[in-house]
Each structure stands twice: as structure tokens, then as C-alpha cells.
Nanobody
Framework: QVQLVESGGGLVQTGGSLRLSCLAS????????MAWFRQAPGKEREFVSA????????YHADSVKGRFAISRDNAKKTTYLQMNSLKPEDKAVYYC?????????????????WGQGTQVNVSS
């Protein structure tokens, strides 16, 4: 089993920044793909960013490219999402997710473990 706990959400003005963190515990963390997804009210959960087990490869949705960056510190078992130039449309609950393979995915259904989510609000 893997437990994921997100933190760092909050309220920020348009153009501001937030850094989300996802702390993992349980099974070996270093060898597994991690990702961030988000879900806005009334919408389906959507892919935001993903990172390979080593951190050498990262992937971002087109809507956040150039504004968000994903990183990981395997020694701390923590994955980060740095969000810059935030827009009102970024408002959502952000979830980190884990899959016990080395293959990164952008698909919700391919992740086995999820955190409880952290709310990000962006005021216009």
C-alpha cells in the first residue's frame, strides 16, 4: 500500500504562485511514476503533470505548459508541483497519484493510489 498526502493549496490572486507537495509513505517510492491531476466543480478529473521515477522525464498538459513544473525528491519521498502565473481556470482540487510501474501515464484510470486532494483557488 502507498499513502499520499498533498499540501500547499490555498487562495492566490491571478498571476500568483503556489507550490503543492505530495508526501508518499508505504511501498518503495523511488521506482514509480508520479503525477498530478485536478478536478474542477462539475468537470472530470484531468491530467496536469507527470514525472518519471528518476525525475529525468516530465510531462505537462498543454494548458499548463510553461507555467507549471513538476519535480521530485526521492530521498524525501515527495513530489512537488510548482504553479506560476496562475489563472482563474486553474481553480480546482489537485490530486497526486502513483502507479507502481516505471511507465509514466497521463490517464486517470492507470493510477492506483491517490491522495485526498488539496484545494487551489485563484481569484480574478
Amino acid at each position: 500500500q502507498v499513502q499520499l498526502v498533498e499540501s500547499g493549496g490555498g487562495l492566490v490572486q491571478t498571476g500568483g504562485s503556489l507550490r503543492l507537495s505530495c508526501l508518499a509513505s508505504g511501498r518503495t517510492f523511488s521506482y514509480c511514476a508520479m503525477a498530478w491531476f485536478r478536478q474542477a466543480p462539475g468537470k472530470e478529473r484531468e491530467f496536469v503533470s507527470a514525472i518519471s521515477c528518476s525525475g529525468g522525464n516530465t510531462y505537462h498538459a498543454d494548458s499548463v505548459k510553461g507555467r507549471f513544473a513538476i519535480s521530485r525528491d526521492n530521498a524525501k519521498k515527495t513530489t512537488y508541483l510548482q504553479m506560476n502565473s496562475l489563472k482563474p481556470e486553474d481553480k480546482a482540487v489537485y490530486y497526486c497519484a502513483y502507479r507502481p510501474t516505471r511507465v509514466v501515464s497521463t490517464t486517470v484510470n492507470e493510477y492506483d493510489y491517490w491522495g485526498q486532494g488539496t484545494q487551489v483557488n485563484v481569484s480574478s
